[in-house]
């Protein structure tokens, strides 16, 4: 039975809830927050919950339940002190939270610009179907939007996914009935009642396309095949129903057909897009080597994937690397308008700071197939170091030395850069415009470009990789380099004598709000898989053990986030992948203004660059790493962590300027741990790069 004070302690428990049932309105637990300039992740750290559940209620859609409520409410109640509503503003803090009771507030006022609601909304069923979350109620007074202050036009948020009883699982739990039966049906009913899609994230930039995507049964539902029988395109063919249906309808597809991932359009009229995506499930839209088994979800569970990404990175419309080229071109919009002081138009602008235009690299940048290169070198010729540039991940391994034999290791231990190439891309300086050609030029780490330099007599550690080419081998001669690769030399102290370069005076951080979004993102999901900041080397390193178990649904998404982040950098050289092309002809990929070799050359580079001063950092305490591959470093131990290995200093920090364990982009993680008989087999009878299956025998690292 229980005693006094137990009793007595479930009792002011009790009261302490009562005392903070009451809650203000959504729009004003967003305010607060944003007041206090504290993100949806802090909050949800704080209160052991997940981002998307503030999200809901700062929406309205859901509300905490204790214990969380009363420490939510103490929360609000602590700021609402410290940041009270200004006397200007309406009032609509309810008496009971704000401690001031007098009358009860008056009405907000109608939206100015409230968009009219179409005749065919009636034929619109709104649902909460017992398969999602609990339901909000059918007509609200004011609709979620509208209490979290986001945009009503997509009240229901960026995407949907349709089932074969035309079912439409939004995210939050959201379930729409979805009347259409034909493709330009369900295209004219998204964009009439849907309310679906996203807001710009520019203020230049153009608002997300709703996405629609397709189960089995919806595709079956709307005539399409279960497989596309054009293997090689991987579109329907022109002849089919569907593409008729749609010609008919005067609807347009891009250049890339019905496929997979599909844009459905029709010109814009008074700058309005009218626009839709579609991704087909049943024609693997989502590629298990991004989304894991996303695609053979249920359909609330596809929504509840793709909505958390949307969200914290952007709809999707196409692969991961699709997305992460997306992204930067979302967050750097290339134009404006502009007024034309002669016609009193506006015009498109450039936007400062974007790649505004589709810029031709320096010959040494460009891929073998671009048409600049066309007569430059003979057929089937094999370009030398001297004649292209290759800023590529490092990939090395050495013999064991016969002291490290003799030291009696019991382990390789392997450590991973997390997020490397976004790390790497965060307040990089690259070029924005055309490259300038110079002869003789005096080297300057503030002009990104391409320079032709030798740094072949750089003395470098055995024990080290050279910092100067992929295969960590010494270089033989001149060679093409980017800024950030020349910098290092000197950094190193090298006095570089460039022979020739191709230099960019327009330049900027291109990448740096890409970076930031991939960040955020990153460190949101991690921490909904139970891996925050600020943990302890060893709290992250038993946090980091099983986080993928945690929430598969949030570990889905964490590989598509890491996944967007590789693939948007390699995309940036998207090379021709028509078998019709020709050697010199130009392709598609030419035309975007995110076109741009330069760009991957500098990340890729300085993702090398810095894993090499790190591990020079660990070198001058005597550890010196046996294999590399890409952001991944194997170092012998004698335990099976890398606290075994990692050096501290005195105070039980990490060795400042070396590898520190920890979740954010930057930091490294442990990657895999085998024995030292594995790896001295793996080098000395395979030949072969042990960093590239440290996590397992035929588990391949190659980077993220």
């Not at 391409?450 to 080419?469: A, N």
């Not at 920090?653 to 979740?663: A, D, I």
């Amino acid at each position: 039975m229980s005693d006094e004070n137990e009793l007595f302690s479930a009792v002011d428990a009790l009261l302490e809830q009562v005392a903070h049932e009451d809650l203000p309105p959504p729009a004003e637990r967003k305010r607060l927050r944003e007041a206090a300039g504290l993100s949806q992740a802090q909050i949800a750290t704080a209160l052991g919950a997940r981002r998307e559940a503030v999200g809901n209620w700062e929406a309205g859609r859901t509300e905490p339940r204790p214990p969380k409520r009363a420490a939510y409410a103490r929360l609000l109640e602590g700021l609402a002190t410290r940041f009270p509503i200004p006397a200007e503003a309406v009032p609509t803090v309810p008496a009971a939270f704000s401690g001031t009771p007098t009358e009860p507030p008056p009405a907000p006022p109608a939206p100015a610009t409230a968009p009219e609601e179409p005749a065919a909304k009636k034929a619109v069923s709104t649902s909460r179907r017992p398969a999602a979350r609990k339901a909000a109620p059918k007509k609200p007074a004011v609709s979620p939007a509208a209490a979290a202050g986001t945009d009503e036009r997509f009240a229901n948020g960026p995407l949907g996914v349709l089932d074969g009883d035309g079912s439409l699982y939004c995210v939050g739990g959201l379930v729409l009935d979805c009347p259409a039966k034909t493709v330009p049906a369900l295209v004219e009913w998204t964009l009439a009642e849907a309310r679906l899609g996203s807001p710009r994230l520019h203020r230049h930039g153009n608002d997300g396309d709703p996405l629609i995507v397709l189960t089995d049964a919806a595709a079956e539902r709307l005539g399409l095949p279960a497989t596309l029988e054009d293997r090689r395109g991987l579109r329907l063919p022109d002849d089919h129903k569907v593409i008729k249906q749609l010609t008919k309808a005067k609807w347009q597809l891009s250049g890339r057909g019905f496929g997979s991932w599909t844009r459905i359009y029709r010109p814009m009229q008074q700058g309005k897009r009218r626009c839709v995506q579609l991704a087909v499930l049943p024609w693997d839209a989502l590629d298990v080597r991004s989304w894991g088994d996303t695609g053979q979800l249920p359909a609330p569970d596809v929504a509840a994937v793709l909505g958390t990404y949307a969200t914290r990175v952007l709809t999707p419309r196409g692969t991961t690397a699709v997305c992460g080229l997306e992204l930067m071109t979302a967050l750097r919009p290339p134009t404006r308008a502009v007024k034309d002081e002669t016609t009193g138009a506006f015009v498109p602008g450039p936007v400062p700071g974007s790649l505004t235009r589709p810029i031709d690299p320096a010959w040494p940048e460009a891929p073998d197939e671009h048409p600049i290169l066309a007569g430059r070198f003979p057929a089937h010729h094999v370009r030398t170091p001297a004649e292209t540039i290759n800023e590529e991940s490092l990939t090395w391994f050495r013999p064991l030395a016969d002291q490290e034999v003799a030291e009696g290791y019991t382990h390789a231990v392997g450590i991973d850069v997390n997020m490397a190439f976004a790390a790497a891309a965060n307040r990089l300086n690259v070029g924005l415009g055309p490259a300038r050609e110079v002869t003789a030029p005096e080297f300057d780490p503030k002009l990104p470009g391409s320079w032709l330099v030798d740094l072949s007599g750089i003395e470098t550690d055995p024990r080290l990789p050279s910092p100067f080419t992929p295969d960590g081998e010494r270089p033989d001669g001149p060679g093409w380099y980017s800024t950030t690769t020349v910098a290092y030399a000197t950094e190193l102290g090298a006095c570089v004598e460039p022979i020739e370069a191709f230099v960019r005076d327009e330049s900027g951080y291109y990448l740096d709000p890409w970076y930031q979004r991939l960040r955020d993102a990153y460190v949101a999901t991690m921490a909904d898989l139970g891996v925050t900041t600020g943990m302890s080397e060893a709290e992250f390193l038993t946090a980091m053990s099983g986080y993928k178990s945690v929430d598969p649904q949030a570990a889905a998404v964490l590989a598509a986030i890491k996944a967007t982040a590789k693939g948007g950098i390699g995309k940036l050289q998207e090379r021709p992948r028509s078998i019709r092309h020709k050697r010199g002809e130009p392709w598609p990929a030419l035309k975007r203004v995110a076109w741009s070799p330069h760009i991957r050359a500098e990340v890729i580079a300085k993702t090398r660059t810095d894993m090499h001063r790190k591990m020079s950092r660990l070198a001058a305490v005597g550890l010196y790493p046996v294999a590399v591959n890409a952001d991944c470093a194997v170092y012998l131990s004698h335990g099976p962590s890398p606290l075994d290995f990692l050096p501290h200093t005195d105070d039980g920090k990490p060795l400042p300027g070396g590898f520190r364990l920890g979740v954010s982009p930057g930091m490294v993680k442990h990657e895999g741990t085998q024995s030292f008989l594995w790896l001295a087999d793996m080098i000395e009878n395979q030949n072969a790069n042990p960093a590239r299956e440290i996590k397992g025998p035929g588990i391949l690292n190659e980077g993220e």
